[in-house]
């Protein structure tokens, strides 16, 4: 059986190196809370962990939030950094040690040894602190069976989408483009949000965009269909359409600031705001 002990270290954290994060191991407090929300800045998470049985173990270790963008484990052994694996969907694919779209590492302890993981990560989405540990075996099942669920449910969202594509071709309205677009734009989403894009060695680039821009316009899509669908004269539910034109314009320049976030990456900490305007469409 393994002991694992965690903590964070948040407040100062962002500029910090191992060496100082090692030494101000008495400012890591324990988790009180997985999810720390969009912070504009870097955390360090510190693992403890023993192997309390007889017997060598190699364990998984791996982040939920897909999407975090820079992480940096280091591996501690007898007050010695021994590995450094560098992980984040931000990070250069020559630069990452692996490419799996969820974040992982491997750690092999001896029988009753103590070894401390350091991690500093930083995203510009929600972030993830929790850290779960798991068997090598387990984890590769787990994930192989729900990627076969998102292509399932893939396939049944392009069939969707073709059948409104033929639709709009034989009767001309423009509800039915509308929709294919909003499928495509949200199947673009998820398949970035999941870590597909990553795993397929995209551009950083497009699979940024993928994530931020894509799913602003599958809202966009989402707000201009009742304009199409429903048979609105002038005047009509003058106020609620007037709200919803101006929540659209919003949206429109929230994805050229995404489409220009290489000129300045805070562009993309705007999600935080922009998430309230979905919510209200």
Do not use: C
């Amino acid at each position: 059986e393994w002991t694992i002990q965690e903590s964070l270290w948040e407040k100062g954290a962002d500029d910090a190196t191992l060496t100082e994060a090692i030494a101000n191991a008495g400012r890591f407090e324990p988790i009180a809370r997985s999810n720390l929300g969009i912070v504009p800045y870097s955390v360090w998470i510190k693992l403890e962990i023993t192997n309390n049985s007889t017997q060598p173990a190699t364990k998984r270790f791996y982040n939920k939030r897909v999407g975090l963008d820079f992480i940096d484990v280091f591996v501690i052994r007898d007050g010695q950094p021994v590995k450094h694996i560098k992980l984040g969907d931000s990070r250069p694919h020559d630069e990452r040690d692996n490419h799996f779209r969820v974040p992982y590492f491997d750690i092999d302890v001896l029988p009753s040894e103590q070894i401390y993981i350091f991690i500093k990560q930083r995203s510009y989405t929600s972030m993830e602190v929790k850290w779960d540990v798991v068997d090598v075996d387990d984890f590769n099942t787990f994930f192989s069976i729900q990627s076969m669920i998102y292509f399932a449910i893939l396939g049944m969202l392009l069939i969707a989408t073709l059948a409104s594509l033929i639709l709009f071709i034989l009767f001309r309205h423009r509800y039915f483009l509308i929709y294919s677009l909003f499928v495509i734009s949200g199947i673009i989403y998820q398949f970035s949000l999941a870590g597909y894009f990553y795993q397929f060695r995209l551009p950083l680039y497009v699979n940024a965009i993928s994530s931020y821009a894509a799913s602003e316009f599958a809202v966009v899509m989402l707000g201009l269909f009742p304009f199409f669908f429903f048979d609105l004269k002038k005047g009509d539910y003058w106020r609620l359409t007037t709200l919803i034109k101006i929540i659209l314009a919003s949206k429109i320049m929230v994805i050229l600031a995404y489409l220009l976030y290489p000129l300045n990456h805070a562009f993309l900490y705007s999600a935080q705001y922009s998430s309230i305007t979905s919510v209200l469409l």
